[in-house]
């Protein structure tokens, strides 16, 4: 990743998804440009389908159908969970606990990314570079 680079987080690749109204207009146009390099973190596919499995995502299963071509429409680029990202994570000087954040977070650090996300804990993180 570059620095022209970003890491789209769940909630914001969700929205991109099946509500794109729900994303800020910053986000929007990014998601939208050919010309920015748009990432998805395995961490999200393994997110939404924890969460829509324990039924919190309901009504979602066209997600889950093809997942790999609806996120490909929004983020064409993935990006693995390495042994560092996990490390990196796990030793994160921030309280946020949600350990789908922190390793999306860690993975944006580490891969000099922005994240699209409109989560104010990682807004909050000051070494962590965010758009909204």
């Known amino acids: 990743m570059g620095t022209t ?11 991109a998804m099946v509500s794109p109204r ?3 207009t910053k986000a ?12 998805a973190s395995a961490a999200t596919a393994y997110e939404l389908a924890y969460k829509f499995r324990k039924g919190k995502l309901p009504g979602l ?5 093809g997942y790999e071509h609806h996120v490909r429409r929004v983020a064409p680029l993935t990006v693995s969970i390495t042994s560092e ?9 921030w309280q946020h606990a949600d350990p789908f954040d ?16 409109s989560d104010t804990a990682m ?10």
């Open 5 to 15: 680079s970003y890491l789209i987080d769940s909630q914001a690749l969700l929205y």
């Open 22 to 24: 729900s994303l800020s």
């Open 28 to 39: 929007r146009k990014i998601i939208s440009s050919m010309d920015e390099t748009l990432y």
């Open 61 to 65: 299963e066209k997600v889950f159908v």
């Open 85 to 93: 990202h996990a490390l990196t994570a796990a030793s994160l000087d």
């Open 102 to 117: 922190r390793l999306i977070a860690a993975q944006a650090l580490i891969e000099g990314a922005t994240v699209i996300t």
């Open 123 to 132: 807004h909050d993180y000051e070494p962590l570079s965010t758009l909204w």
